[in-house]
């Protein structure tokens, strides 16, 4: 049975590996491209802590947060 802390350390390990494909993934995009990412990610973070993690919440607030980033750099 794994311990606490080898548990604790895969899990840091997976969230650092999805950063760095998420990163890369960002290469090729406009900078309107990733505003808007950004957006929807902080976004969906915001609409979850505000509605105690519901779904709906969260995808509200990814789809405002899109739109907002969106039109953020919008020229």
């Known amino acids: ?4 802390h080898s548990t604790t350390r895969s899990l840091s390990a ?3 590996a999805l950063a760095v494909m998420g990163l890369a993934a960002c290469a090729g995009m406009t900078q309107q491209e990733k505003s808007t990412a950004i957006g929807a990610g902080v976004g ?3 609409g979850s802590i505000l509605t105690g993690g519901s779904t709906a919440g ?5 789809a405002v947060g899109g739109v907002i980033g969106h039109e953020v750099n919008k020229k």
């Open 14 to 16: 997976a969230a650092l």
């Open 58 to 62: 969260t995808l509200g607030g990814a």
């Open 1 to 4: 049975m794994p311990t606490k």
């Open 44 to 46: 969906a973070i915001g």
